[in-house]
């Protein structure tokens, strides 16, 4: 896989494109967006019409594999990336999730593996295991016509040995997180020479999970002459400078972020305390009209936990995280899209990029982890111009944060009251004349079903003497099933409870006084978590994001379930989830930030 030098003669989008060759730097639209000013008929020059993959130079193999997928164009960030890709150059490019950046650079890098070298040539970084598992999945169902490529997913968490036989016995492409890549690199078990191509995917996440570090050290490590990519959603400083220092000449392609659909979304927040956070879920959920919801929770036990609870209650519900395997991901999907199940629920990292049309409500049962994943977590509703509701879950303690997801929004996040029984039962009253009048105005599918069914009705009448009235009654009882209760009338005293808890926060907001009690002082601890000591400070130029990394990664812990992290000059304290498995504490044990094991421990 030569590295041919950048060249003048690039293949790019458009003609116009093609006269700023020399400083190329690509802003494009997103799919979205084209696809609306096409359907406007305005700027059409910006589209490229040439249809298909076959101008990109691919061979047979992948051509068919890409057609047996599906995919009939490439997105605006493939037509950009893959003819430099192919060419060999570096590239940054600004894109999210959703816009096919994935097939971007796999596709160009899995044509350009030469066979016969026995160690990796392509070495993909993402920020967690979960996109490191997502990305690998790809390269998998693209290398279908490239049957000699083995691709490797390398995380913490998943047995170590099993990975080294992997690789020792011949992988093409490695797929992983930062820190088991260095682990491997430093055992020898990764032998990075022949690496011919390195991807930094979603390089401000790992940026902000404090690997950055940990990708410098992996770059120092592999042959100067190298392809290097880099993508991110983002582009602080910190990336700038990285691509700066180790991208040579690269193309610069940037996807413009979808416009911003919030305002057809209305958003909303309930206070209330965790313990009754289900009881509210079943509540909210009890309002909402048969459409699509998804339901955002912190981890993946939490997502099990939910649609068990709600299945109970009846509700048409699967799960999304990261356990799920691909292919039963993409059943989901497809049943939520046509009405299979009705409600979601998933986290973060397994829902990225859904999109499907008929979501109506998500629901943020646990905060997300930043105002970024909010916009991205409520994005999932009001999809193709339909309107959507978006309902965020906090505590008293989490208020403080509302501004933050407000100025991300763009948008007021109103302050909803917890549905009570008064509004649940006036909800399921107007249910039910709303299905009546449905039924009342469509005809039975058959004319003899009909007749069948008027004949029952005639006969009722006139043997037991009964109104119209009565026998219209008789039939609503019969739909409703004898055993159902019409009105909620469960106890609602902690609803009112919740409200006035919820009102005197109100007006200490608004006084600005005692904030201080919704921060966590220095010696609190969360009623869930319990505190542990890692043997890494100050002296070792340690960072909370470094802890947070590792610990995401080598423990499986969502990121967003590390609670509070104080460092010190030789040791720090972390706040992890109660009822951490023995195994998972073993594993941690032996994890390394700064070259240092954690040697963890828990602080009584
Ligand atoms: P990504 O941005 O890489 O997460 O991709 C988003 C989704 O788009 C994935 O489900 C891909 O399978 C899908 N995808 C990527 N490229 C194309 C394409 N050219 N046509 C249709 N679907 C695509």
């Known amino acids: 896989m030569a590295k041919t030098k950048s060249t003048k003669d690039i293949t790019s989008l458009d003609t116009s494109e093609k006269s700023n060759q020399s400083d190329f730097n690509k802003v494009i639209d997103s799919l979205e967006n084209q696809e609306e000013k096409k359907e406007n008929g305005k700027d059409k020059q910006v589209i490229n019409i040439e249809k298909g993959f076959d101008c990109f130079g691919f061979s047979e193999g992948l051509i068919t594999t890409l057609a047996n997928k599906g995919y009939v164009d490439p997105t605006p960030i493939q037509k950009a990336a893959i003819p430099e890709l192919m060419l060999g150059r570096d590239l940054l490019g600004q894109a999210q999730t959703g816009t096919g950046k994935t097939a971007a650079f796999a596709l ?331 039924n009342a105005s469509s005809k039975r599918k058959t004319s003899e079903e009909l007749s069948l069914l008027k004949g029952i009705v005639d006969e009722i009448e006139s043997e037991l003497e009964l109104t119209s009235k009565e026998i219209a009654l008789a039939a609503l009882n019969l739909a409703l099933g004898e055993s159902t209760t019409l009105l909620a009338s469960d106890d609602e005293n902690w609803i009112n409870q919740a409200e006035r808890y919820s009102r005197s926060n109100d007006r200490r907001d608004s006084r600005g006084r005692n904030r201080r009690r919704h921060e966590i002082g220095p010696n609190s601890n969360d009623k869930d978590k319990d505190r542990f000591r890692v043997e890494v400070g100050h002296r070792d130029r340690v960072k909370p994001g470094n802890i947070v990394g590792a610990i995401a990664n080598e423990a499986g812990i969502n990121g967003r379930m590390i609670g509070r992290i104080q460092i010190f000059e030789n040791y720090s304290l972390v706040d992890l989830p109660k009822g951490m498995p023995t195994s998972i504490f073993q594993n941690l044990k032996k994890v390394k930030i700064m070259n240092k094991e954690l040697n963890i421990n828990r602080q009584n």
């Open 108 to 438: 160009p890098l899995l044509e350009r593996i030469n066979n016969k070298e026995q160690h990796p040539q392509v070495l993909v970084l993402t920020p967690t295991r979960e996109l490191a598992m997502q990305v690998a999945e790809s390269f998998k169902a693209y290398s279908e016509g490239h049957p000699n490529i083995k691709i490797l997913a390398l995380y913490g968490g998943s047995d170590f040995r099993s990975q080294i036989y992997s690789l020792k016995r011949g992988i093409e492409i490695v797929v992983g997180t930062p820190g088991r890549v260095m682990d491997h690199i430093r055992q020898g078990t990764l032998i990075q020479e022949a690496l011919q191509c390195l991807v930094l995917d979603e390089a401000d996440e790992m940026l902000r999970m404090g690997f950055i570090d940990d990708i410098e050290w992996i770059l120092e490590q592999l042959p100067n002459e190298r392809q290097m990519v880099l993508f991110s959603a983002t582009m602080p400083p910190e990336i700038r400078r990285l691509s700066k220092r180790y991208l040579k000449d690269p193309a610069e392609i940037t996807i413009k972020s979808k416009k911003k659909e919030a305002q057809l979304i209305r958003q909303r927040y309930i206070t209330m305390q965790n313990s009754y956070k289900l009881e509210v879920l079943k509540r909210v959920l009890e309002l909402n009209l048969g459409e699509g919801v998804i339901i955002f929770a912190r981890t993946k036990a939490i997502t099990l936990k939910l649609a068990e609870s709600l299945e109970a209650s009846k509700h048409n519900v699967a799960v999304l995280n990261g356990d799920v395997p691909q292919n039963l991901r993409e059943r989901t999907v497809e049943r939520l899209k046509n009405g299979g199940i009705d409600v979601l629920v998933a986290t973060d990292v397994a829902a990225r990029g859904l999109d499907v049309e008929r979501i109506s409500l998500v629901i943020n049962y646990d905060m997300p982890f930043d105002s970024e994943a909010y916009v991205h977590r409520i994005g999932r509703t009001g999809r193709a111009g339909r309107t959507g509701d978006a309902i965020l879950f906090i505590s008293p303690r989490e208020r403080s944060f509302l501004g933050n997801l407000e100025r991300a929004g763009g948008q007021k996040i109103e302050k909803m009251e917890i549905p009570n029984n008064e509004t649940i039962n006036k909800h399921r009253v107007e249910k039910i004349k709303k299905d009546l009048i449905r």
